[in-house]
């Protein structure tokens, strides 16, 4: 049997939710990761390429990086009605 049978491995699972309109920000990406944009724009520089996601689009990002990013959410308002 390999070793990928014997080794336990964690899965992280990160989920963010902002109400702030706009969020710009950096993150380091320490693992391998996929993102997924569940609404609004997401601007992304990953060293001199700059790329821009949309609601419903999937993205890549390699590990020991810096991420710059530029968050745009819905201009939907929520009602509690």
């Given at each position: 049997?390999?070793?990928?049978g014997?080794?336990?491995k964690?899965?992280i699972?990160?989920?963010?939710?902002?109400?702030?309109?706009?969020?710009?920000?950096?993150q380091?990406i320490?693992?391998?990761?996929?993102?997924?944009?569940?609404?609004?724009?997401m601007?992304?520089?990953?060293?001199?390429?700059?790329?821009?996601?949309?609601?419903?689009?999937?993205?890549l990002?390699?590990?020991?990086?810096?991420?710059?990013?530029?968050?745009?959410?819905?201009?939907?308002?929520?009602?509690?009605h």
């Amino acid at each position: 049997m390999g070793t990928i049978g014997q080794q336990q491995k964690k899965q992280i699972i990160s989920y963010n939710c902002d109400v702030a309109r706009v969020k710009e920000g950096e993150q380091f990406i320490a693992q391998h990761s996929i993102s997924l944009v569940l609404s609004g724009t997401m601007e992304i520089c990953f060293g001199k390429n700059k790329q821009q996601f949309t609601a419903g689009e999937i993205f890549l990002c390699r590990k020991n990086q810096l991420l710059k990013f530029t968050k745009v959410n819905d201009q939907r308002k929520i009602s509690n009605h």
